[in-house]
């Protein structure tokens, strides 16, 4: 789905010209500033929910609205209208250009459509577009494969989202690019009980799709077999250990960690104002060197890929991290400009009520040359880690707190028992330099992240081969 499809509904739809937009960006600037920007969004969103074998709610919205900014310097002033309508986008952008009151003066280049760099996801038929039956009957089939896969599953939910969103972007250096992104997500949840003993596991998938792909790829009966197996293994469970220990994190999901303990950290804001564990760092040794970490925005398909960031920047393949080294931080507009740094292609935003910040798009660690087995056997006495829930992490110390959902203990070169209530305490780039082995198994969650920075959230990819940690902390409740 391209950015000429983009800008062709637009122009269509509100009859808004090339003209119209360099008139709009005018008034933006006309107080004086540096740099406008539109940014125009139309999006059609549906949920399904199934609880208790039944279908518990259907939903339908849709959203309309054109975001403006303005940047002088390091500020930034920003309005916003629900209404597409010529004389509302005006009104916003001269409120939003009130910030820039005083500045020098910047002339709008006029606009043309940019040429598309990318067509990542070529969909043609989107899954907010299937009928509301089809989809229907893709969360019926994983409510029946979890509660036949064992009599102790109590419950399941099961939900899925889609949505299409149009987008346009039209900025003061004369670049006019628009998309057209879908998305949508399968997720289950089940309960197991055993005797009062309750435990709960979790599968999904998903991305930027067409149906076919819950037929083929990722069978909504596989997520109901896989988050019951995950409720009936933790019946089982006993108490996590704590102390230091050697910890091995599995391939996929547990990628989770580096995007929340490290990712953050490498977003250029954070960097600029010097509030981020890896500020001025850029060239330093920041990791053992088995680690390299990139953020590709580029991959067909995935949930965190896009052809044009939300400022119309065409998405890359950044190297973060290299053999260890330190080499780049994730950019947007405004932190590129300020850090005479290059744009990256990072800027994201939740909706056009929301300004665009440096954002993670899919984050992962390269491969290595061992194999996961001889990982496992390594490790005397340790804590084996493939699922993780909830977590914390302060991007200045760089100290984190997650839990991981479904763990087991390694005990002489052999994964044995799972535990329960285990969560992993260390600091990012600590942990990051404590890596003694990286597997060659990269996978990539089966899209389901989202992730939060400034109340806003956003679709996200993350990924790791095997790796296996020295010294890190786990906290459990037996000593």
């Known amino acids: 789905m391209t950015d000429n499809k983009g800008i062709g509904f637009f122009s269509e739809r509100y009859g808004l010209t090339e003209r119209d937009i360099d008139r709009l960006l005018a008034a933006a600037l006309e107080k004086g500033g540096d740099f406008a920007d539109l940014y125009f969004e139309y999006r059609i969103s549906n949920s399904i929910s199934l609880e208790e074998q039944m279908i518990k709610s259907v939903t339908k919205s849709r959203s309309q609205g054109v975001g403006v900014r303005v940047i002088i310097g390091d500020k930034t002033g920003y309005a916003y209208t629900d209404l597409i309508a010529f004389d509302s986008i005006v009104a916003a952008a001269r409120t939003a250009a009130h910030i820039a009151r005083n500045g020098g003066l910047t002339t709008a280049a006029g606009v043309s459509v940019s040429p598309s760099s990318h067509d990542l996801y070529p969909v043609e038929i989107p899954v907010s577009a299937e009928d509301l039956d089809r989809k229907i009957e893709l969360v ?275 994964i044995t028992v799972p535990v329960k209530g285990a969560t992993l305490r260390g600091n990012g780039p600590e942990s990051l330099k404590n890596v003694t082995a990286v597997g060659n198994d990269l996978q990539l969650d089966k899209g389901v992240g989202v992730c939060g920075k400034d109340g806003q959230n956003v679709p996200v990819g993350v990924g790791l081969p095997t790796i296996k940690i020295s010294g890190m902390t786990v906290g459990g409740t037996k000593l």
């Open 140 to 414: 019926m089939e994983s409510d029946r494969a979890a509660r036949a896969y064992d009599r102790r599953i109590r419950e399941v939910q099961s939900t899925m989202a889609d949505e299409i969103k149009h987008v346009m972007i039209a900025s003061s250096d004369g670049k006019l690019v628009g998309d057209v992104q879908p998305l949508a997500r399968l997720g289950v949840m089940c309960i197991a009980d055993d005797d009062g003993n309750l435990q709960i596991g979790r599968s999904g998938g998903g991305g930027r799709i067409g149906i076919d792909f819950f037929e083929g790829q990722l069978k909504p009966s596989e997520c109901g077999i896989e988050a019951a197996c995950q409720a009936i293994g933790q019946l089982d469970a006993i108490d996590a250990p704590a102390g230091k220990m050697e910890v091995v994190l599995g391939p996929g999901w547990p990628g989770i960690l580096l995007h929340e303990a490290v990712g953050h950290g490498l977003e250029a804001d954070f960097n600029r104002k010097g509030t981020s564990a890896f500020s001025g760092l850029i060239g330093e040794r920041v990791a053992s060197e088995l680690c390299t970490v990139v953020d590709d925005g580029t991959i067909p398909n995935r949930r965190g890929s896009l052809n044009i960031d939300d400022e119309g920047e065409a998405t890359t393949c950044t190297v973060l991290i290299e053999n260890g080294v330190l080499r780049a931080y994730l950019n947007d507009n405004l932190n590129s400009r300020l850090m005479k740094s290059p744009r990256t292609g990072n800027g994201r935003r939740q909706s056009y009520k929301f300004l665009p910040l440096p954002r993670m798009t899919n984050t992962f660690m390269l491969s290595g040359s061992d194999s996961s087995e001889d990982i496992i056997r390594s490790v005397k006495r340790g804590l084996y880690a493939v699922q993780f829930g909830g977590g914390q992490v302060d991007i200045t110390s760089g100290e984190f707190a997650f839990s991981a959902s479904e763990a087991f203990l390694i005990e002489d070169g052999k």
